[in-house]
């Protein structure tokens, strides 16, 4: 599975941005799919995940509440809906794919696509 990540950007206070991430394959369905973010100097987090099985979400604490993610199969594409932002969402974000059901654990996920990175200024 190769994964393409896009839609970043700066971005004020207060403002949103949605991210994007397109996988090749013909088995995305099959992936639980989710958003991590690095921000310099820190380790790789999670961010927000859409497990593959019943299409239930979960989410960090930080972004609870101003972050949704979802998923098209057929567009084989997830997107990260971000309102709200703030200057500590400041990163580089990342998608990835874990077969069937994950953890959401940086070392579980079985693909990574490229950062697409996050400014936001306040």
Not at 20 to 41: D, H
Not at 54 to 69: E, L, P
Not at 101 to 114: A, H, I, N, P, Q
């Amino acid at each position: 599975v190769q994964l393409q990540a896009s839609g970043g950007g700066l971005v004020q206070a207060g403002g949103s941005l949605r991210l994007s991430c397109v996988a090749s394959g013909r088995t995305f369905s099959s992936y639980s799919m989710g958003w991590f973010r690095q921000s310099p100097g820190k380790e790789r987090e999670f961010v927000a995940g859409h497990s593959w099985s019943d299409g239930s979400t979960n989410y960090a604490d930080s972004v609870k509440g101003r972050f949704t993610i979802s998923r098209d199969n057929a567009k084989n594409t997830v997107y990260l809906q971000m309102n709200s932002l703030k200057p500590e969402d400041t990163a580089v974000y990342y998608c990835a794919a874990d077969a069937y059901e994950s953890t959401w654990s940086v070392l579980g996920m079985d693909y990574w696509g490229k950062g697409t990175l996050v400014t936001v200024s306040s």
